[in-house]
């Protein structure tokens, strides 16, 4: 069964980022200059964010890797992380004994209509789901916040009863309206921050930074819409 609202070990929580811990100072790292002004400090750095997904690669492939895969890329924020991810994974199938197929699809996932609930989860791209029947399935997610939209997305595929479905999520968010999901694989825990880079935006901007990277007020500010 894919994810759990049990109690996870330490180890299974990923990189855990503390409340408590400051961040790494901008001026320690390259960013796009259009974005001077615009950030409060790096939370994750990109080689670090490379490293760990690395050994996530690694990780899922020692559980799943002598089965086929298909890997399900949640749009738009989970594109990075999934582009790197499978590439680690085709390179530990290359230099393995045993070739592993992997087939990648894209869905989008949206269950709001300007600023009003449209009651259900609408999943938006991708191949008829029905095609995942029988398959081996990791669905690969920027952040688990709240749990909700996972457990409806993965509702919807349990309809079309794939042989095997996991969740792999870049980031998990600590946050009181948790409903205690997670997701088999994640990369970090983190504080309850609005973050952005590594393909995460604030209304489509950041998707170019490297690093993750906390906001500021004058950045949220400055690309409202």
């Not at 393995?96 to 990648?104: A, E, G, L, W």
Request: include cysteine.
């Amino acid at each position: 069964m894919a994810g759990s609202t049990e109690e996870a070990p330490d180890c299974g929580r990923g990189v855990v980022i503390t409340d408590s811990w400051p961040g790494y100072d901008l001026d320690l790292f390259t960013y796009p200059q259009h974005y001077y002004g615009d950030l409060e400090y790096v939370l994750i750095p990109h080689g670090i964010i490379v490293d760990r997904i690395e050994r996530l690669a690694k990780d899922i492939m020692k559980d799943i890797g002598y089965c086929d895969i298909m890997v399900l890329c949640v749009l738009k924020g989970g594109y990075k992380f999934c582009a790197d991810l499978v590439e680690h994974l085709k390179n530990i199938s290359r230099n393995s004994d045993r070739f592993v197929s992997m087939k990648v699809d894209f869905i989008r996932l949206k269950s709001y209509k300007n600023d009003q609930s449209m009651g259900e989860m609408q999943i938006i791209g991708g191949e008829d789901l029905s095609t995942l029947a029988g398959k081996n399935v990791l669905i690969v997610e920027d952040v688990v916040g709240t749990g909700r939209t996972m457990k409806a997305l993965l509702t919807s595929i349990k309809k079309y009863k794939p042989n095997m479905i996991k969740v792999a999520s870049l980031l998990v968010k600590r946050t009181p309206r948790s409903d205690g999901f997670r997701p088999d694989y994640a990369g970090f825990e983190i504080p309850n921050l609005f973050v952005v880079g590594y393909a995460l935006d604030y209304n489509e901007y950041f998707r170019d930074l490297n690093h993750i990277c906390v906001i500021n007020e004058h950045g949220k500010e400055k690309y409202r819409v």
